[in-house]
């Protein structure tokens, strides 16, 4: 055994006291340095565009609060960083220090101190500051408009609630600029979460609860819905459109809406039959609408989360649309999932439902 | 023959598998038959009890039982001969050993293994994420790949690794010749194989593998396929593994410490391993309930996150993070230890403020469990609560930048000795801050709005876990590579493997901050045009950090079979286990050390932490002459 011979080693490493840099000379280096770091860290931090356009009035609140955390960041980082680097360039074991040990400092209870209270101090500003913040963001504006928002496997149905009780039901996110409205988020199945990053808001549409969130709109311009909270198969392609316009247009889209659809050429006897394309574009208020996952010319909808069907219905017959819907997992589009489109539809929908879909379909597809 | 299959070994383990498959199908047609259910034999029913009975019942063949089984009977029991001590080939670490070396060894290589195929499933997301649209994998495959390579890296590399090494290093150096219950261990370890080749060949099952991610939230796991069991029951195996080892580590911590070892003379290692194994304990059952949950909804209905049946689908959440949150401590803490002691020795400098470096490993313990609702900021719950967990969140930096400053006031007027450990050691520091930074702007509120469930955050938990733990558990492999091996490594390789992690890491994880505040969701296999040029870099970079793995493959293989022999102390460190040979001899101590001193008296004139008196050789346990000392090489 080794062990008398170990224990004697620590006697016999001797610090070269005078030789060793003493290390006051490099904390004014450090300063200066990490002074000069800081500062053009945090001026690039502040140059580099980080975040997607700003269209709501939540948007320009939260991206100041990212300029405050680089602002406090950056130094932080380069405080550390420029010890580390330092400690290495002057304090580096050298040739024929091989045996050589560092002082034994073993603490300095008022350096801890200070570097538990500052940060504690910090970080409870900044706590105080996102609370100020939060509250702000979340809270109700005088005149706010309601918005349903159903999340399903893997769709978007935005719910406009009107007067007469029959509520709007569209698969685009319209909004009026400079209008607040709040969203009342619930899901169908598993959990989503509804997200427009140009609003920088989000929440979970969580089943069995309803949850919401506000935004201001004020840029006009088309963003991205996206689906933030894993949700399954299709959970990537769950992307939609939002729109924020101007008042006169948001006038006229709704307008629009309120209109029952135009019967399809030759579809249907009117009257109390259903339409087969309202409910390509709307759904029956239980089913997804179809235009939410699939494009289709006649309804001018354009999404991309299932396969197009002025291309994949092209000339088919109606036996096979009606299979494709009650048994999508039948024949799959190239460069499709089996699985991402529900396959309950026979269900949601009556039997004169889905036959108005099919026909609405064979013709809108010059079967 | 037959006595081979009544012997504990791997041919009784193999007819025990058989015997657990066949209960499974016994089980099944035994109850589908008495409820007169069609059809009587159900695929899914068998393999789902399967996946209970023959892991257990491979446990019990490969003899992790078989003395406690003896004993519960009444029959007689073995003597413990100290036979199954040390490894003397390759083929013993094959074998139940009771020994904590070899079982750390067995650990630490197994967590390995499971490090190269997390990662080789990282490389082929990042092949199929490197263009928007779908290459490689489909959605499916894709949604199974992200789902295994977290549940692998987290519950069979980061959490066992630490265990594994600590379960080497740590009764050394508390001068204890074993752990406190060895064959308690054992089955510890036995138990890690089983979870990770039960995740791993979540792949085979119909349906494909768990799809949900490695947080599985409900109701999406409880209406999965098959597959997604074989994660809900591989945590169960894992984390029993997880909690057993921490019961290990407290009771060997405690009552096991060499005289004079008092708790403010123990390495800060062990004082991270004490912080790590009391949140282990408090903890990991409730990750192990919120699995039982979605094992009992998804297969036998029991609606607890169905709301139309009364279900509360955020309860799984408040669960899953109870633990969840406290695990991302014990992913870091012993990393927190390791550090500590690569840098004194590195250094030759004590520890600056030993006390509060322990102190504030238990603070963050307490502070750990009051912050789990972080993760749900967006998730729908009360909004009040959003508040105290925001500061709570915010505060739990304060001990860690304890940690940081007194590492880096640890360095100051040090004599540094640049090696690899030492090069792994100052590289999680800094990276470890940039995960810290971004850890702390998560903490407020209305940024994590916008970018939670976004790559942001795969940013932060790779800076953690990949610059956080994975470079301490580096740091760790390459300090104590000696002492386990008996053999050095290649230094000029371990430099070449830090300075190419280093490098690719930042290219493949810094930009995905800014992926994640531009918009791009995580976990998805597929994304909008805006996003194809970082992702290509990334793709680009991740595969250079997946060849620098290699390098540390290469190296580590070689140097184990055919380094230069270690010396007792190649780092003149103070530590206990430095002052046995290398490797340790069976029993650990020939005479019990005698604790003098603090563990970190660098500097100090004629400073020792333990002594060993002459006339205090440890007598040999009854028996342990079955096992000669010269039987070794």
Redesign the interface.
């Known amino acids: 055994m080794a062990e008398e011979e170990t224990t004697r080693e620590g006697a016999r490493a001797k610090t070269p006291e005078e030789v060793r840099p003493r290390g006051q000379a490099s904390i004014a280096q450090m300063l200066i340095i990490g002074a000069i770091a800081s500062a053009l860290g945090i001026a690039l931090g502040l140059i580099i565009d980080w975040f997607p356009p700003a269209a709501s009035t939540q948007a320009n609140r939260i991206d100041t609060v990212y300029d405050v955390l680089i602002v406090v960041s950056v130094p932080v980082f380069v405080l550390v960083t420029v010890v580390v680097l330092f400690s290495v360039w002057k304090f580096r074991q050298r040739p024929g220090e091989e045996l050589a040990d560092g002082p034994p400092i073993h603490g300095n209870t008022r350096l801890e101190v200070v570097w538990t209270a500052i940060p504690a101090i910090l970080l409870v500003a900044l706590c105080t500051y996102a609370y100020v913040v939060l509250t702000d963001i979340e809270e109700a504006k005088a005149g706010e408009t309601r918005i349903n928002v159903i999340g399903q496997q893997f769709a978007w149905t935005f719910e406009y609630p009107q007067a007469d009780g029959k509520p709007i039901r569209s698969n685009q996110l319209y909004l009026e600029e400079g209008h607040p409205v709040r969203f009342f988020v619930k899901s169908r199945d598993v959990i989503h979460d509804f997200w427009v990053p140009a609003f920088r808001m989000k929440i979970d549409a969580v089943p069995g609860i309803e949850t919401s969130y506000r935004v201001t709109p004020n840029r006009l311009g088309r963003y991205p819905v996206v689906c933030a909270e894993l949700c399954g198969l299709g959970h990537a392609l769950m992307r939609q459109t939002a729109h924020v316009v101007s008042s006169e247009d948001y006038a006229a889209w709704a307008e629009k809406q309120r209109q029952p659809a135009e019967p399809a050429a030759g579809g249907g006897g009117g009257g109390a039959a259903p339409d087969g394309k309202t409910l390509f574009t709307q759904g029956n208020g239980q089913s997804t609408a179809c235009g939410a996952c699939h494009t289709l010319a006649d309804a001018g909808t354009s999404a991309s989360t299932g396969p197009d069907l002025d291309q994949g219905l092209k000339g088919r017959d109606a036996a096979f649309i009606r299979q494709s819907i009650v048994d999508p997992d039948a024949v799959i589009t190239q460069g499709y999932n089996a699985g991402i489109m529900p396959k309950d539809f026979a269900q949601q929908l009556s039997p004169e439902e889905l036959d108005a879909l099919v026909s609405y379909l064979e013709k809108a597809t010059g079967g | 023959m037959t006595a081979k299959l009544r012997a504990p070994g791997w041919y009784r383990a193999a007819l025990w598998v058989v015997i657990g498959i066949a209960v499974a199908y016994g089980l099944t047609l035994l109850i589908r038959g008495l409820y007169g259910w069609d059809p009587i034999l159900k695929g899914d029913t068998v393999l789902q009890i399967a996946l209970i009975t023959v892991p257990l019942t491979f446990l019990g063949g490969i003899g992790c039982f078989d003395y406690w089984l003896y004993w519960a009977a009444g029959r007689a029991t073995r003597p413990e001969d100290h036979s199954n001590h040390g490894a003397y080939s390759w083929k013993d670490y094959f074998k139940v050993n009771t020994d904590h070396k070899v079982i750390g060894t067995q650990y630490v290589v197994t967590s390995f293994f499971f490090l190269f195929v997390g990662g080789l499933i990282a490389m082929l997301m990042r092949a199929e994420l490197a263009q928007p649209g ?1 290459q490689f994998v ?3 495959a894709f ?1 199974g790949l992200f789902s295994v390579h977290a549940s692998l890296l987290i519950f069979l590399f980061i959490i066992p690794v630490f265990a594994g090494l600590a379960n080497f290093v740590l009764p050394l150096m508390i001068g204890a010749p074993d752990m406190a219950f060895p064959r308690l261990n054992a089955l510890s370890y036995w138990m890690l194989p089983v979870a990770g080749l039960m995740m791993t060949a979540s792949f085979l099952a119909p349906g494909g593998s768990f ?3 490695w947080t599985a ?1 409900a ?2 796991s409880t ?1 999965q396929p098959i597959g997604q069991v074989f994660f809900t029951l591989g945590v169960q195996f894992a984390g029993a593994s997880s909690i057993a080892t921490a019961l290990n580590f407290l009771v060997t911590i405690i009552t096991m410490r060499a005289p004079g070892m008092s708790f403010f003379r123990m390495p800060l290692l062990v004082w991270a391993n004490f912080s790590t194994s009391l949140l282990v304990v408090i903890a990991t059952p409730f990750i192990a309930a919120s699995q039982f949950f979605v094992l009992l909804d998804r297969g036998l209905g029991f609606n607890f996150f ?3 049946q009364g ?4 309860m799984y959440q408040h669960v899953f993070w109870f633990y969840s949150h406290p695990a991302v401590y014990i992913m870091m803490l012993p990393g927190f230890g390791i550090i500590s002691e690569v840098l004194a020795v590195k ?4 520890v ?5 470096m322990a102190f504030s490993l238990l603070a963050i313990v307490v502070l750990g469990f009051t912050v789990w609702a972080h993760h749900m900021f ?3 719950m009360q ?1 009040w609560i ?2 105290p967990m ?2 709570t969140t ?2 739990i ?2 001990p860690t ?2 940690k ?3 590492w ?2 640890t ?8 090696d690899t450990p030492m090069l792994w050691a ?1 590289g999680f ?2 990276m470890f ?2 995960g810290g ?1 971004s850890g ?2 998560l ?5 994590t ?2 970018v ?3 790559y942001f955050i795969v940013a932060h938990i790779h800076y953690v876990l990949f610059g956080g733990s994975l470079f301490t558990i580096f740091a760790g492999v390459y300090y104590w590579f000696p002492k386990m091996t008996g053999r050095m490594y290649d230094e000029t390789l371990g430099k070449i493997h830090f300075w190419t992690t280093l490098v690719f890491f930042n290219i493949t994880f810094a930009p995905m901050h ?1 992926i994640g ?3 791009m ?1 995580r ?6 045009e805006q996003y194809a040029d970082w992702n290509l870099i990334i793709s680009i970079a991740s595969f250079g950090v997946g060849l620098s793995t290699l390098v540390f493959l290469y190296n580590i293989v070689v140097s184990w079979r055919g380094g230069p022999r270690a010396v ?2 190649p780092w ?1 460190a ?1 530590t206990l286990e ?4 290398s490797p340790p001899p069976v029993f650990n101590f ?2 019990v050390p005698t604790v003098v001193g603090g563990p970190y ?8 932490h ?3 008196r002459k006339g205090a050789e440890v007598a040999q346990p009854a028996g342990a002459s079955a096992a000669p000392q010269s039987d070794r090489e």
Not at chain 2, 347 to 350: A, D, F, Q
Not at chain 2, 578 to 581: D, L
């Open positions: 779908r489909d959605a499916e949604n799809a949900s991610g939230y109701p999406l209406t169905d709301p139309t279900g509360d689908v955020l250094s030759r400098k004590p600056f403020g030993y006390r509060m967006v998730s729908g909004n959003r508040i925001m500061v915010a505060i930096a304060v930048g304890i940081v400053f007194s880096l006031a360095l100051w007027r040090g004599v540094l000795k640049l100052l520091i800094t801050v940039l930074i702390v702007s903490a407020i509120i209305p940024f709005i916008h939670s469930d976004t800014v505040i531009q918009g969701p976990r998805v296999s597929d994304y909008a007792a102390n003149r103070l430095w002052q046995v040979s020939d005479a008296e660098y500097g100090v004139p004629g400073a020792v333990g002594v060993f």
